[in-house]
C-alpha cells in the first residue's frame, strides 16, 4: 500500500445552475492536469450545479432539475472516462437525484472510472434543508489506504472528523463552498491536529491542505490557479499517531458523552 499521494484540487469558481458549462470548465482543466498527474481529484462542494441551492428562486420541489443521477449523467460518465484513462481517483460534488430526493453529495469514482461509493452532506442547514441529509459517516477502502470524505459545514463538528479518524482515514476529502476565512484555516488546522489526519479542504477560491500535526501544507488562494497538486506522505499520520502524545490513541471514551 502505497503512503505517498498526489492529490489535486479543482480551484474554478463554477456558475449557478449552469451544469454543461461547469462540466466544460472542469474537462478543460482535467485536460491540463492530465499531463501531470494525480492519485485523487477533488472539486468544490456541487460543483456541477454551482451550489445553486442558496439562491431563493431554488426550492426543494425544483432542487432536482440541477442533480443527476451518477448511473445516467453524462457528465459523470466523460469524467469516469477520464479517471479511467489517468488512473486516478475522482471525488465530484454534486446535487445527486435518488429515490429518496435530492442530496448534497460527493461522488467517489475509483481508478477505473467505477462509482465506489458516495457521501452525502450529514449536517444541514439553512438553505441545506432543500436538500436530505445524509445519514452515515462511511470510511471508503483504497490502494493507498481508508480514507473519509465531508462536505462543507461537515466539518464543524469535531465529531465527524474524529468518527472518520477513528474509523482507520489517514485523510479526509473535503469538498465545499462556504466559509474559507481566517477563523476556518485554523479550525482545520485544529480538526488536523486533535484528530491526527490529513484535511484537503477544496474551496472555488482556495485549496488548503492541513497534517496530523495542524500545520498548513498548502494554501492556494490566486484565483487564476485552475488546480494545485500537493505530494503527500500518509504515512506521517501513522508517526503521529504513535506519537509519545497522541491524541487518538490516549482517549478516555468513559468519559464522555
Known amino acids: 500500500?502505497?503512503?505517498?499521494?498526489?492529490?489535486?484540487?479543482?480551484?474554478?469558481?463554477?456558475?449557478?445552475?449552469?451544469?454543461?458549462?461547469?462540466?466544460?470548465?472542469?474537462m478543460a482543466a482535467l485536460d491540463q492536469l492530465?499531463?501531470?498527474?494525480?492519485?485523487?481529484?477533488?472539486?468544490?462542494?456541487?460543483?456541477?450545479?454551482?451550489?445553486?441551492?442558496?439562491?431563493?428562486?431554488?426550492?426543494?420541489?425544483?432542487?432536482?432539475?440541477?442533480?443527476?443521477?451518477?448511473?445516467e449523467s453524462p457528465f459523470v460518465q466523460e469524467i469516469?472516462?477520464?479517471?479511467?484513462?489517468?488512473?486516478?481517483?475522482?471525488?465530484?460534488?454534486?446535487?445527486?437525484?435518488?429515490?429518496?430526493?435530492?442530496?448534497?453529495?460527493?461522488?467517489i469514482l475509483d481508478r477505473q472510472g467505477q462509482l465506489a461509493g458516495v457521501y452525502d452532506k450529514t449536517h444541514c442547514q439553512t438553505h441545506d434543508q432543500k436538500f436530505c441529509a445524509g445519514r452515515a459517516l462511511p470510511v471508503f477502502p483504497s490502494d493507498f489506504g481508508p480514507f473519509g470524505v465531508l462536505i462543507c459545514a461537515d466539518r464543524?463538528?469535531?465529531?465527524?472528523?474524529r468518527t472518520?479518524?477513528?474509523?482507520?482515514?489517514?485523510?479526509?476529502?473535503?469538498?465545499?463552498?462556504?466559509?474559507?476565512?481566517?477563523?476556518?484555516?485554523?479550525?482545520?488546522?485544529?480538526?488536523?491536529?486533535?484528530?491526527?489526519?490529513?484535511?484537503?479542504?477544496?474551496?472555488?477560491?482556495?485549496?488548503?491542505?492541513?497534517?496530523p500535526a495542524g500545520q498548513i501544507l498548502r494554501n492556494e488562494t490566486d484565483d487564476h490557479v485552475p488546480f494545485v497538486v500537493t505530494t503527500l506522505d500518509l504515512a506521517e499520520a501513522d508517526r503521529v499517531r504513535a506519537g509519545a502524545s497522541a491524541h487518538l490513541r490516549d482517549r478516555r471514551p468513559e468519559l464522555y458523552l
Open 164 to 211: 472518520l479518524a477513528l474509523g482507520g482515514a489517514r485523510i479526509i476529502f473535503n469538498p465545499t463552498y462556504g466559509m474559507h476565512d481566517e477563523r476556518n484555516l485554523h479550525m482545520m488546522q485544529t480538526r488536523s491536529y486533535e484528530s491526527e489526519v490529513f484535511i484537503a479542504f477544496t474551496h472555488p477560491r482556495q485549496a488548503l491542505v492541513t497534517d
Open 34 to 71: 492530465a499531463l501531470r498527474g494525480a492519485d485523487v481529484v477533488i472539486t468544490s462542494e456541487c460543483f456541477l450545479d454551482g451550489y445553486v441551492c442558496t439562491e431563493p428562486w431554488v426550492t426543494a420541489e425544483n432542487l432536482a432539475q440541477y442533480a443527476v443521477a451518477p448511473a
Open 156 to 161: 464543524r463538528w469535531p465529531e465527524t472528523v
Open 80 to 107: 469516469a472516462a477520464w479517471t479511467r484513462q489517468i488512473g486516478a481517483w475522482f471525488v465530484l460534488g454534486c446535487s445527486r437525484l435518488a429515490a429518496a430526493g435530492v442530496f448534497n453529495s460527493a461522488l
Open 1 to 26: 500500500m502505497p503512503a505517498e499521494i498526489r492529490i489535486a484540487q479543482i480551484k474554478l469558481v463554477p456558475e449557478k445552475g449552469a451544469l454543461a458549462a461547469n462540466h466544460a470548465r472542469l
